[in-house]
């Protein structure tokens, strides 16, 4: 998986993102990177990734919460640290790290993944 550097985005703002979701699919957070975005629904997590920043070729990845092994969240205070969430999707050894600016509240992902992986 890769390490992005995300900001929140408003969920009605998710079907300009990707097309790949479902009609009247419950999109519940959305971080977006420069080359990738996030997308977190009620039934699934959605990595939308670019190959490079000028590149055409988009790649949209689809994981069932029942593919999360495990997740983190690192909180931290103080100006100009970051505030990350790791999450272990299937076989992969490595997690989907995301780390957001200082500031950025994380407790309601934390919260979503937490009911998810019950």
Known sequence: MRILDVEAVVPAEARA????LVPGEDVQAVFRSPSAAVLFTATRILLVERNSLLDEKVETSSFSYRAMRQF???EASGEGVRVAVKIWLGA???PLHLR???GTDLRPLQQLLAGKLA
């Open 17 to 20: 993102i990707t097309e790949h």
């Open 72 to 74: 983190s969240l690192t």
């Open 92 to 94: 992969d050894p490595q």
């Open 100 to 102: 957001a600016a200082s």
